[in-house]
C-alpha cells in the first residue's frame, strides 16, 4: 500500500504569509503514461473537502492563483503564496498512480494566527 | 450545473442495516466514476470505494472490502452505499464524489452523517 505522510500537522500563519505544505509517498506516483498523479484537496470548517491541485501542479477551476502546487516521484510541496483568512481549514494531499486506487495523506491543519 | 446530493443523516442501532444514496445531476450520470470516502469524526478522509454507473463496475479499498456494498441504480442517476449490519465504529460523515472534470473527486455531495449507537 502507499503512504502518504504530510508534514506539518498543523500551522499557524498571519494573514498576508506565505504557508508551505510537505508530502512524501512511499513509492513514485509518476506514471508510465508520463503523468504525475498527486492531488491536493482543502476541507473549510464544515463543508466538504474542495479540490485544489490536480497532477501535482495544475490548478483546478476558480481556485485562486495564490495556490500553487510542486514536486516530483515522491516528494510534493503546496505552497500559499499570501494567506487569507478563507484559507483555514484541513488541507489533504491524495495519490491515484494505482489505476482507480486512492490514499489520502493525514492532512493538515492551517489556521490563522 | 453539476449537484451530488446525499440523503440525510442517520441514527441506527448495531446490527441494523443502512443504505445512503447520493443523486447526481447536472451531467451525464454513467459516463463518470463516483467514490465514497469516510470522515470519522474529528479525523481525515479514507477512500471506501468507486463504481461506474455505466455499467457498475465496482472497486473496493482492502480497508473496505466486504465491510459495504456499494451500488448504483443509473435509472435514477443515484449511487448506494449500503451496510448489512452496522457497528458502532461505522459512525463517521460519508461523502459521495464525483470524477467529472477530469481529475479524481473534482466535485463532492454535502456529506451524510451516520451515527451509531446503542
Known amino acids: 500500500d502507499i503512504v502518504m505522510t504530510q508534514t506539518p500537522l498543523s500551522l499557524s500563519v498571519t494573514p498576508g504569509q506565505p504557508a508551505s505544505i510537505s508530502c512524501k509517498s512511499s513509492q513514485s506516483l509518476l506514471h508510465s503514461d508520463g503523468k504525475t498523479y498527486l492531488y491536493w484537496y482543502l476541507q473549510k470548517p464544515g463543508q466538504p473537502p474542495q479540490l485544489l491541485i490536480y497532477?501535482?501542479?495544475n490548478r483546478f477551476s476558480g481556485v485562486p492563483d495564490r495556490f500553487s502546487g510542486s514536486g516530483s516521484g515522491t516528494d510534493f510541496t503546496l505552497k500559499i503564496s499570501r494567506v487569507e483568512a478563507e484559507d483555514v481549514g484541513v488541507y489533504y494531499c491524495m495519490q491515484s498512480i494505482q489505476l482507480l486506487m486512492y490514499t489520502f495523506g493525514q492532512g493538515t491543519k492551517l489556521e490563522i494566527k | 450545473e453539476v449537484q451530488l446530493v446525499q440523503s440525510g443523516a442517520e441514527v441506527k442501532k448495531p446490527g441494523e442495516s443502512l443504505k445512503i444514496s447520493c443523486k447526481g445531476s447536472?451531467?451525464?450520470?454513467?459516463?463518470?466514476?463516483i467514490g465514497w470516502v469516510r470522515q470519522m469524526p474529528g479525523k481525515g478522509l479514507e477512500w471506501m470505494g468507486i463504481i461506474y454507473p455505466g455499467d457498475s463496475d465496482t472497486r473496493y479499498s482492502p480497508s473496505f472490502q466486504g465491510q459495504v456494498t456499494i451500488s448504483a441504480d443509473k435509472s435514477i442517476s443515484t449511487a448506494y452505499l449500503q451496510w448489512s449490519s452496522l457497528k458502532a465504529s461505522d459512525t463517521a460523515m460519508y461523502y459521495c464524489a464525483s470524477s467529472i472534470a477530469g481529475a479524481p473527486f473534482d466535485y463532492w455531495g454535502q456529506g451524510t452523517l451516520v451515527t451509531v449507537s446503542s
Open positions: 497532477e501535482v501542479s
Open positions: 447536472g451531467y451525464s450520470f454513467t459516463s463518470y466514476w
